[in-house]
Protein backbone atom coordinates (compact mmCIF):
# COMPACT_ATOMS: atom_id res chain seq x y z
CA UNK A 1 0.00 0.00 0.00
CA UNK A 2 1.21 3.56 -0.77
CA UNK A 3 0.46 5.69 1.57
CA UNK A 4 1.03 8.61 -1.40
CA UNK A 5 0.25 8.24 -5.25
CA UNK A 6 1.12 10.71 -7.37
CA UNK A 7 -0.63 11.44 -11.26
CA UNK A 8 0.74 11.23 -13.47
CA UNK A 9 4.18 9.36 -13.51
CA UNK A 10 5.27 10.87 -16.65
CA UNK A 11 4.61 13.95 -18.28
CA UNK A 12 5.80 16.09 -21.65
CA UNK A 13 4.98 19.87 -22.30
CA UNK A 14 5.81 22.12 -24.56
CA UNK A 15 7.29 24.94 -23.28
CA UNK A 16 5.70 27.29 -22.31
CA UNK A 17 2.87 25.57 -20.92
CA UNK A 18 0.90 25.27 -17.83
CA UNK A 19 2.12 22.19 -15.62
CA UNK A 20 0.02 20.28 -13.13
CA UNK A 21 1.19 17.50 -10.64
CA UNK A 22 -1.34 15.94 -8.31
CA UNK A 23 -0.22 14.24 -5.06
CA UNK A 24 -3.24 12.06 -2.87
CA UNK A 25 -1.75 11.01 0.31
CA UNK A 26 -3.94 8.49 2.88
CA UNK A 27 -2.39 9.38 6.32
CA UNK A 28 -2.65 12.15 9.03
CA UNK A 29 -0.10 14.94 8.16
CA UNK A 30 1.50 17.73 9.97
CA UNK A 31 3.34 18.73 6.12
CA UNK A 32 3.87 18.30 3.02
CA UNK A 33 6.58 18.74 1.00
CA UNK A 34 7.10 19.39 -2.96
CA UNK A 35 10.93 17.86 -3.82
CA UNK A 36 12.65 18.47 -7.15
CA UNK A 37 15.61 15.55 -8.17
CA UNK A 38 17.47 16.19 -11.99
CA UNK A 39 18.99 13.55 -13.96
CA UNK A 40 21.99 12.37 -11.91
CA UNK A 41 21.39 14.87 -9.44
CA UNK A 42 20.39 15.53 -5.96
CA UNK A 43 16.96 16.19 -4.34
CA UNK A 44 16.16 20.07 -3.24
CA UNK A 45 13.19 20.76 -1.24
CA UNK A 46 10.84 23.56 -3.48
CA UNK A 47 7.91 24.12 -1.37
CA UNK A 48 6.80 23.16 2.68
CA UNK A 49 2.86 23.36 3.20
CA UNK A 50 0.51 22.88 6.29
CA UNK A 51 -2.09 24.38 4.66
CA UNK A 52 -3.07 27.09 1.80
CA UNK A 53 -0.97 27.46 -1.29
CA UNK A 54 2.58 28.99 -1.84
CA UNK A 55 4.27 30.39 -4.74
CA UNK A 56 7.88 30.85 -5.97
CA UNK A 57 8.47 32.45 -8.93
CA UNK A 58 6.96 30.61 -11.74
CA UNK A 59 5.91 27.65 -8.68
CA UNK A 60 2.71 27.51 -7.04
CA UNK A 61 1.98 24.55 -4.60
CA UNK A 62 -1.48 24.19 -2.81
CA UNK A 63 -2.72 21.82 -0.58
CA UNK A 64 -6.55 20.63 0.66
CA UNK A 65 -6.13 18.77 4.17
CA UNK A 66 -9.54 18.21 4.11
CA UNK A 67 -9.35 15.96 0.89
CA UNK A 68 -5.75 14.96 1.54
CA UNK A 69 -4.44 16.34 -1.84
CA UNK A 70 -1.88 18.40 -3.38
CA UNK A 71 -1.03 19.99 -6.70
CA UNK A 72 2.00 21.35 -8.07
CA UNK A 73 1.95 24.13 -10.78
CA UNK A 74 4.09 25.42 -13.09
CA UNK A 75 3.34 28.31 -14.58
CA UNK A 76 5.19 29.14 -18.40
CA UNK A 77 7.10 25.81 -17.86
CA UNK A 78 11.06 25.81 -19.83
CA UNK A 79 13.58 23.26 -20.48
CA UNK A 80 15.12 23.67 -17.29
CA UNK A 81 11.97 23.12 -15.52
CA UNK A 82 12.64 19.47 -17.03
CA UNK A 83 13.16 16.87 -13.56
CA UNK A 84 11.69 14.52 -11.39
CA UNK A 85 8.83 16.10 -9.23
CA UNK A 86 8.31 14.58 -5.59
CA UNK A 87 5.52 14.60 -2.98
CA UNK A 88 6.48 13.74 0.13
CA UNK A 89 4.11 13.71 4.09
CA UNK A 90 5.43 14.19 7.12
CA UNK A 91 3.33 11.76 8.90
CA UNK A 92 1.59 13.66 12.63
CA UNK A 93 2.06 10.29 14.36
CA UNK A 94 5.69 10.46 14.20
CA UNK A 95 8.98 11.89 12.52
CA UNK A 96 8.59 9.80 9.72
CA UNK A 97 8.32 10.81 5.99
CA UNK A 98 5.91 8.78 3.25
CA UNK A 99 7.08 9.45 -0.26
CA UNK A 100 5.78 9.43 -3.65
CA UNK A 101 7.28 7.70 -6.72
CA UNK A 102 7.34 10.65 -8.03
CA UNK A 103 6.47 12.31 -11.47
CA UNK A 104 9.19 12.49 -14.41
CA UNK A 105 8.64 15.76 -16.08
CA UNK A 106 10.31 16.56 -19.56
CA UNK A 107 9.60 20.12 -20.96
CA UNK A 108 10.58 20.37 -24.66
CA UNK A 109 11.55 23.84 -27.08
CA UNK B 1 22.89 24.89 0.39
CA UNK B 2 22.08 23.57 3.47
CA UNK B 3 25.60 21.87 5.07
CA UNK B 4 25.26 18.27 4.63
CA UNK B 5 27.98 15.91 2.67
CA UNK B 6 27.79 12.43 1.83
CA UNK B 7 30.88 9.70 1.05
CA UNK B 8 31.77 8.10 -0.63
CA UNK B 9 29.36 9.69 -3.77
CA UNK B 10 30.10 6.39 -5.80
CA UNK B 11 31.32 3.01 -4.89
CA UNK B 12 31.31 -0.24 -6.68
CA UNK B 13 31.80 -3.64 -4.06
CA UNK B 14 31.55 -7.39 -4.14
CA UNK B 15 29.60 -8.98 -2.83
CA UNK B 16 29.82 -9.70 1.03
CA UNK B 17 32.36 -7.20 1.82
CA UNK B 18 31.32 -4.33 4.15
CA UNK B 19 30.48 -1.29 3.27
CA UNK B 20 30.10 2.07 5.32
CA UNK B 21 28.31 5.30 3.88
CA UNK B 22 28.75 8.59 5.88
CA UNK B 23 26.72 11.36 6.24
CA UNK B 24 27.90 14.44 7.63
CA UNK B 25 26.62 18.01 8.40
CA UNK B 26 27.29 21.76 10.06
CA UNK B 27 23.78 22.50 10.42
CA UNK B 28 23.47 20.78 14.28
CA UNK B 29 20.15 19.37 13.21
CA UNK B 30 18.34 17.17 15.65
CA UNK B 31 17.42 14.70 12.96
CA UNK B 32 19.26 12.35 10.19
CA UNK B 33 17.59 9.62 7.75
CA UNK B 34 18.83 7.45 5.55
CA UNK B 35 16.98 6.50 2.64
CA UNK B 36 17.80 4.20 -0.32
CA UNK B 37 16.16 5.06 -4.18
CA UNK B 38 15.37 2.65 -6.17
CA UNK B 39 13.28 2.65 -10.03
CA UNK B 40 9.97 2.16 -9.42
CA UNK B 41 10.10 3.02 -5.68
CA UNK B 42 9.60 6.16 -3.54
CA UNK B 43 12.48 7.07 -1.30
CA UNK B 44 12.23 4.36 1.21
CA UNK B 45 13.65 4.59 4.95
CA UNK B 46 16.18 2.36 5.83
CA UNK B 47 16.98 4.42 9.75
CA UNK B 48 16.74 7.74 11.23
CA UNK B 49 18.08 9.03 14.44
CA UNK B 50 16.18 11.25 16.29
CA UNK B 51 19.74 12.55 18.92
CA UNK B 52 23.03 11.31 19.42
CA UNK B 53 22.94 7.13 19.59
CA UNK B 54 19.00 7.67 19.53
CA UNK B 55 18.08 5.36 16.06
CA UNK B 56 15.05 3.57 14.92
CA UNK B 57 14.47 1.66 12.32
CA UNK B 58 12.76 2.08 8.80
CA UNK B 59 10.63 -0.23 6.53
CA UNK B 60 13.63 -1.58 4.84
CA UNK B 61 16.28 -1.72 7.80
CA UNK B 62 17.62 -5.39 7.29
CA UNK B 63 20.43 -5.86 6.16
CA UNK B 64 22.09 -2.47 7.44
CA UNK B 65 22.76 -0.72 10.74
CA UNK B 66 23.79 2.37 11.95
CA UNK B 67 25.31 4.82 14.41
CA UNK B 68 25.61 7.92 15.65
CA UNK B 69 28.14 9.11 18.11
CA UNK B 70 27.98 12.97 17.41
CA UNK B 71 25.38 15.02 16.25
CA UNK B 72 26.69 15.66 12.98
CA UNK B 73 27.31 12.14 11.86
CA UNK B 74 25.25 9.47 10.90
CA UNK B 75 26.87 6.27 9.05
CA UNK B 76 25.27 3.24 7.21
CA UNK B 77 26.63 0.19 7.36
CA UNK B 78 26.47 -2.56 5.19
CA UNK B 79 27.73 -5.49 7.26
CA UNK B 80 27.77 -8.00 4.37
CA UNK B 81 26.54 -6.44 0.96
CA UNK B 82 24.40 -8.18 -1.42
CA UNK B 83 23.69 -7.28 -5.14
CA UNK B 84 19.97 -6.08 -3.89
CA UNK B 85 21.98 -3.14 -2.02
CA UNK B 86 22.99 -1.87 -4.88
CA UNK B 87 20.91 1.51 -4.98
CA UNK B 88 21.56 4.95 -4.40
CA UNK B 89 21.73 6.36 -0.72
CA UNK B 90 20.38 9.93 0.36
CA UNK B 91 20.74 11.36 3.50
CA UNK B 92 18.67 13.52 4.71
CA UNK B 93 18.51 16.20 7.76
CA UNK B 94 15.48 17.89 9.33
CA UNK B 95 15.43 20.51 12.67
CA UNK B 96 14.04 19.37 15.61
CA UNK B 97 10.84 21.85 14.84
CA UNK B 98 7.22 20.98 14.34
CA UNK B 99 7.32 22.20 10.79
CA UNK B 100 11.01 21.71 9.91
CA UNK B 101 11.98 21.46 6.48
CA UNK B 102 13.55 18.42 4.98
CA UNK B 103 17.40 18.78 3.35
CA UNK B 104 18.66 16.00 1.47
CA UNK B 105 22.54 15.45 0.63
CA UNK B 106 24.19 14.68 -3.05
CA UNK B 107 23.37 11.07 -2.98
CA UNK B 108 25.82 8.14 -3.24
CA UNK B 109 25.54 5.60 -5.43
CA UNK B 110 26.62 1.75 -4.52
CA UNK B 111 27.14 -0.85 -6.81
CA UNK B 112 27.53 -4.32 -5.45
CA UNK B 113 28.55 -7.36 -7.60
Known sequence: ?109 | DAGITQSPRHKVTETGTPVTLRCHQTENHRYMYWYRQDPGHGLRLIHYSYGVKDTDKGEVSDGYSVSRSKTEDFLLTLESATSSQTSVYFCAIRPGLEFGELFFGEGSRLTVL
Request: charged letters at 15%; proline letters at 4%.
Open chain 1, 1 to 109: KNEVEQSPQNLTAQEGEFITINCSYSVGISALHWLQQHPGGGIVSLFMLSSGKKKHGRLIATINIQEKHSSLHITASHPRDSAVYICAVRSNTGNQFYFGTGTSLTVIP
